[in-house]
Each structure stands twice: as C-alpha cells, then as structure tokens.
C-alpha cells in the first residue's frame, strides 16, 4: 500500500510539471525552468550569501563591544531596518537612485543591447542590476539574523571553554573565530537551511516591484489569474528546495560539529 501511494504521488506531481499553464503558454516545467535560475541568483547566490556574510560580521562586532557604540550603532540600524517595510524602501531608493540621479538601472536584469556588450560589461551591467533587489531582499534577514547572531555570541562567550581558551593564551582572533563563532554558526545552520524554500515568497515583492521575470512573479500573476497548473507546479517547486534546504542543513552541521562527523563516521 505505501508503495502505491508513493507511487500515485510520484504520478501527481509529473501531470503538475507537465501541464500546461495559461501565462507560460507551454508545460509548466518548460515554462519555470528558466525561471527557477533567476530566483536561485538573486535569493540564494547573491541574497542569502550577503545577508548570512553582513550578519555574522555584524554580529560578531556587536557581540564583541558589548554595550559600546559599536553595539548600539548596529542594534539601531538592524531595528530600524526591520521596522522598515522592503515595498515602500524599494520604490523610495528606486526613485533616488534610477529616477533623480540616474546612479542605479531600476527594473530588469539586463539593460538593452546587453546581448552585444563584452563579457566584462555583461557582468558589471548584471551587477548594477542586482544592487537594488538583492539590498531589499536582504534587508529584513539581515536584521533579525545579526541580532541572533549577536545574543548566541554573547551566551558563547561566557561559557567555561571560552575562559579556558584565553587562559591558555590563545589569541582573541582564534577565540572570536575559531571557539565561539564556531559553536554559534550550529544553530545559524538550521536558519539557512529553513530559509531556502522561503526564497519563493520573500521574492514575490521584489520581483514584482523591480520586474524581474522569476518564479515569485510569475507565482503572483498565476495567483491573480488562477492559473492553477502554475501554482502547483512552484509549489512543488518548493517542496523540493524544502528537502534541499535540509541537506544543506545536515552537511552544515557535519562540517561544523566534529561530533556529527565522528558520530557518521562510526
């Protein structure tokens, strides 16, 4: 019986991918599939690794000059970035930095003739259009994750190891970054790993607001236009970066815990 149901769900999710959606015009694997490489570059490769990078760093500063002005510039940047909503920064910067100066291109991933640019210009031009939505995008993580960073910091650092090492004459930096770092990245791990399917929905706004052709847009317009062969298949979509987004906690966790790594390896 268990058998036939994983089956009959293996059969479910192939007539999702291979319908044909209304907005695609093709089988919703087709129509996604270019899609899904969008959202992954801006959410993942850029947008995850530059808020979990800026909130250890933020982090560890914070933690480090505790109740210095070092800790409470941070913490009042970070609230304030959290209390800020992403849509209304977005149009705000959209319009000071692309409408009145001209510094930043405002909506797309590529300019015009971009086919024709050396490979050089390709990419400065795709950088300068990641600027904005990957800055908004991260702005809320980058804020609640510097904060958890801070306080697991802070708890690390007065624990008896920790004592142990400075007695021992280690350097700060080993310290900072070799003992209580390490031990406060285990739980960061679960974060990153929980985040990935999240990239879905936290890129509906931007994408929507800055034009981007990924999987949030398109999830948002099949949503209005109840486009249901669509919304299924980027669900299911989800559900497999769910399982990834484990796997990568799992790895992470082996190789930052020595204990885990003994433990598979025996």
Do not use: C
Not at 162 to 176: D, F, M, S
Not at 226 to 248: A, E, K, Q
């Amino acid at each position: 019986m268990v058998g036939v149901t994983v089956l009959l769900g293996v059969k479910d999710i192939v007539g999702v991918t291979v319908g044909v959606g209304v907005i695609v015009g093709v089988t919703v694997l087709l129509g996604v599939k270019d899609m899904v490489g969008v959202t992954v570059l801006v959410g993942v490769i850029v947008g995850v690794w530059v808020i979990f990078a800026l909130s250890i760093f933020l982090g560890v500063v914070s933690a480090v000059n505790q109740n210095r002005w070092p800790d409470r510039l941070i913490t009042i940047i970070v609230f304030v970035g959290f209390a800020i909503p992403g849509f209304w920064l977005a149009l705000l910067l959209m319009y000071w930095t692309g409408v009145t100066h001209s510094w930043l291109p405002i909506s797309g991933l590529h300019s015009a003739g971009y086919e024709k640019m050396s490979h050089i210009a390709q990419y400065v031009d795709l950088f300068k259009h990641l600027i904005l939505p990957v800055s908004i995008s991260s702005l809320g993580g980058l804020a609640s994750i510097s904060l958890y960073v801070r306080n697991g910091m802070l708890d690390i650092l007065q624990q008896d190891f920790i004592t142990t090492a400075r007695a021992k004459g280690l350097p700060e930096n080993k310290v900072i970054y070799g003992h209580a770092l390490r031990n406060t990245l285990l739980p960061l791990i679960t974060i990153i790993g929980l985040s990935i399917p999240g990239l879905i929905g936290g890129s509906v706004i931007g994408e929507s607001i800055f034009a981007i052709s990924g999987m949030g847009k398109l999830f948002f317009d099949a949503v209005l236009m109840r486009d249901f062969p669509v919304v299924m298949g980027i669900l299911t979509i989800g559900s497999v970066l769910t399982l990834f987004g484990n796997l990568i906690a799992d790895i992470g966790y082996a190789w930052a815990d020595p204990r885990i790594r003994r433990g598979i390896s025996n």
